[in-house]
């Protein structure tokens, strides 16, 4: 078996600000401190797919796994989707990689997520519950089923060619950190 690579993305990082687990959701890039025994990477730079809190896991995609190239190619396939979103304000990866302020006003203060962030972070627009797709809110039932079509579509042929999807035990996350990531490293 190859020895697996190790990428720094420090310089693509524009601003971090401390958070809680129940503040990260679908399509954040989270970083903290991993604790436990065998971890081949201690601080992962992670794009959060789900965050599974009953279960006590969060799931992701390690960044630190992947070049800059690898990013942008993983980035542009989960944000399109392959099918997986049907509404056309949300089919181009461009209209799904935002910067995102809870603080500026205009933050929808029904959202399970609301107020508790105070710096703008990146953020990937990935099927979450109570966001508004198609005019409607989605269910926790409906944004579950889309993230599951969204891993058996997409997800799962990318970690056969990079091999970077990881769950992370949230007793052992210390230090967590939502990013603000230099989008234009993410788009084409």
């Known amino acids: 078996m190859a020895k697996k690579a190790k990428y720094n993305h420090r310089r693509r990082i524009i601003n971090w600000q401390p958070s809680g687990i129940k503040s990260i959701y679908p399509g ?34 390690n960044l630190n796994y992947l070049s800059e190239d690898s990013i942008k190619k993983m980035v542009n396939e989960v944000a399109s989707g392959a099918g997986v979103y049907s509404d056309a304000d949300f089919s181009l990866p461009e209209n799904m990689i935002t910067e995102q302020d809870q603080d500026d006003g205009t933050y929808d203060d029904n959202l399970p997520y609301r107020n508790i962030l105070r710096e703008p972070f990146t953020r990937i627009k990935l099927p979450t519950f109570r966001e508004k797709r198609e005019g409607n809110p989605l269910s926790k039932s409906e944004a579950k089923r889309q993230m599951k079509m969204l891993y058996n579509k997409v997800i799962k042929k990318l970690n056969n060619r990079f091999d970077a999807y990881r769950t992370y035990n949230i007793k052992n996350m210390k230090t967590i950190k939502v990013i603000r990531y230099d989008i234009e490293g993410l788009l084409k």
């Open 28 to 61: 954040m890039i989270t970083q903290f401190n991993y604790i436990g025994e065998k971890i081949f990477d201690e601080k992962p730079l992670v794009l959060v797919v789900w965050n599974d809190y009953s279960d006590h896991k969060i799931h992701g995609i």
